[in-house]
Structure formats: C-alpha cells, structure tokens
C-alpha cells in the first residue's frame, strides 16, 4: 500500500501539522483521530490494515490528521472559554490548510468524506455540519455530540457552535441546511451498544437531524460491540464496502 506523510508548520495551531496519506486513487476520506491520538494512530490499531483492500484497489483514498484535543475539549485544566476559542484555530486548519491540501492532491476539488472513532466521530460530524460546502458526508463511529460532558456544562458562542446537539436543533439557514439535505445519503451515524458505548447520543443526534430534515442513516449496531477498536475494524470496512461516496 502506497504510504506518504507530509508535513507544514501551521501558524494557526503554533506547530508543525502532519498528514499521512494512503492510496493512490479514490474518493478522499479524512480520517479525525480518537481522544488525543496523532495521525498515525488508526495504522497502529489495524484500522488502515482493515480498509487496505480498499485502498489498493483505487476505491478510497485516505488522509489521516493530527489531533489537538489535548490543548482544547480535553484540556481538562484550561478554562472551557480557552479551549473552545482555541479549537476554532483547528477548524481553520482543517478548513483552510488540510482541505485545499487534500484537492490539490487529489487533482481538483471534489467533496471529502470525514470519518473518525470516539471523540474523532464527534469530529467528523461536526466538521461536516459546519462546512458542507467542503464535506459532502461522513462515517461517524462511536460518537458523542454533546459537549456539556467536556466543558461541564459551561457555553459560550465557541462551545455553542461546535456541540452538534445544541445547535442542529437551532438551524434556520437555508443554504446551509439545503446543502446538508443533500448530503444525506453519505451521513452515517454509527455505534454499538456494548460496554462503554454511548448510543443514546446517536440516537439523539438522529432526532435532531431528521427534525431538520435531513436523512441519514442510524445504525446500532449489537450489544456485543463494544466501544474499542475491534468494533470499528468491523464498521469502516463494512461501509466502504457497501455505500457509495465517489
């Protein structure tokens, strides 16, 4: 399997920004990491070894990022204010230097389909219904789209804007629902219901989403399927395999 990383100091974050891509051909998936991971952490975990069929064969090409949640939702000793102010550098940096780098290797630029475990669900998710002018779906595993549990329940504009369940319910723009509407048949919310999984948060983004207007695909898996990676070896290759997002 083809293997590149690339690198860029980003002044947005203050550090140099990996990337590593895999493939050589296909539709471009953008991969969030889990909790405070690095972009090589779904290799590491057998995941990239899990979709690499699909990868050789031209059907998807991969772009794997670099969290920042250690210095933002995760930093549990900064002042929730911070973190949330500090997290919208991110999304410019995913915005503004990733996404032009993913269509610039790519040929042109085309939709990019987000997808991530645990915290980078939450991730794939929000970055989709923020910017659906940029992602044009999203393979959500696992995921939890409430801040209030990283920020106790503080909320200002910055943490308003990027908790998924306090402002789908809120939409009103018609450009920007009109483009997630359109989206709908590439948005998969994914997640088990075995220890340590949370599905009542899919479910509740679901509600939100379809009240909105918006159809997507729920999908609980069994209660067998925990919250760990041999859960998500099985869900990414499943959906690459069976859902069309080129």
């Known amino acids: 399997m083809r293997k590149e990383v690339h690198s860029w100091y ?41 979709i690499s069929h699909l ?46 780098f993913i269509w610039n290797h790519q040929g042109g630029r085309q939709g ?53 369940l306090h402002y789908v319910p809120n939409m009103h723009d018609h450009w920007q629902l009109t483009m997630i509407r359109d989206h709908g048949k590439r948005i998969h919310v994914l997640t088990g219901q075995g220890p340590y999984e949370a599905p009542h948060q899919s479910r509740r983004l679901s509600t939100a989403l379809w009240d909105k207007g918006v159809w997507h695909n729920l999908d609980l898996w069994g209660h067998d399927m925990r919250h760990d990676w041999p859960t998500w070896r099985l869900m990414l290759p499943h959906y690459l395999e069976t859902r069309h997002f080129g």
């Open 10 to 50: 980003s002044h947005r974050i203050g550090r140099e920004m990996p990337i590593a891509v895999y493939g050589h051909f296909g539709f471009p998936l953008l991969m969030f990491p889990t909790a405070a991971a690095d972009f090589e952490e779904y290799e590491r975990f057998h995941l990239i070894g899990a």
């Open 112 to 164: 990019i389909i987000t997808t991530g475990a645990s915290v980078g669900a939450y991730h794939a998710v929000n970055f989709l219904l923020r910017h659906p002018d940029i992602f044009s779906g999203t393979i959500a595993m696992s995921g939890s789209y409430d801040l209030s549990q990283f920020v106790d329940d503080y909320m200002d504009h910055n943490v308003y804007i990027n908790s998924p």
């Open 55 to 100: 990868i050789n064969a031209g059907k998807v090409k991969v772009y794997a990022i670099d969290s920042v949640n250690r210095h933002t939702w995760m930093a549990s000793g900064v002042h929730p204010g911070r973190r949330a102010y500090l997290h919208e550098f991110y999304d410019q940096y995913v915005t503004q230097e990733v996404a032009p």
